[in-house]
């Protein structure tokens, strides 16, 4: 018998992956903020990130960008910025919503804030890749 | 005194802004968020930095 073949193992990897991060969204998402677990656990998916980032570093892509429109989507993360921070600066917050007020409204749930984890995981898996 | 709905309406402005931004870049490969996202992660301060900014976003919503 030879060796098994190289890909036929990624399926394997990617199955436990998923299974991992699903798992991890599902705990993570029920634990409750301002506590010790919630610190824990969010510190442990961070550095799962990070070490990825950190064995990816070495393998830059080349990049493509379309440069006006990249001015455009910094003049948009600017104004998207500026706004907030100047929500942010006013009170009650119930009538000066932020972005981060809007946010932990929806997660407020189990299933909510098992989503937001999964996709908080997912972003920074996408982004230790490039 | 600005109440909410004017806040929630300049955010309603920014995601049609967003749209339009997005529907611009559709078959445009080097205009899309994600191209940008890739230039800034190609320098390494900047890749760093947004890593950082992404694990402050963990820490803002999960933990604090």
Do not use: K
């Not at chain 1, 436990?16 to 991890?24: C, F, G």
């Not at chain 1, 301002?34 to 070495?58: D, Q």
């Amino acid at each position: 018998m030879g060796a098994p073949i190289e890909g036929s193992r990624w399926p394997w990897r990617a199955t436990a992956l998923v299974t991992v991060a699903l798992a991890y969204a599902g705990v993570a998402g029920g634990l409750r903020p301002f506590t010790w677990p919630a610190a824990v656990s969010t510190t442990l998916g961070g550095l799962a990130i990070f070490i990825l980032a950190w064995r990816h570093r070495a393998t830059p892509a080349p990049v493509r960008h379309d440069r006006g429109q990249l001015l455009a989507w910094t003049a948009w993360l600017a104004a998207v910025t500026g706004w907030e921070l100047w929500a942010l600066s006013m009170t009650p917050r119930s009538r000066h919503p932020t972005i981060s007020s809007l946010i932990n409204s929806a997660i407020e749930t189990h299933p909510g804030r098992s989503i937001a984890v999964l996709a908080w995981l997912a972003l920074g898996w996408w982004l230790a890749r490039r | 005194m600005i109440g909410a709905a004017a806040i929630l309406g300049g955010y309603a402005v920014l995601a049609v802004c967003a749209a339009v931004l997005l529907v611009r870049a559709c078959g445009r490969p080097g205009a899309t968020p994600a191209a940008y996202l890739t230039t800034v992660m190609h320098h390494p301060v900047g890749r760093w930095v947004l890593l950082l900014l992404w694990m402050w976003v963990g820490w803002h919503f999960f933990v604090r």
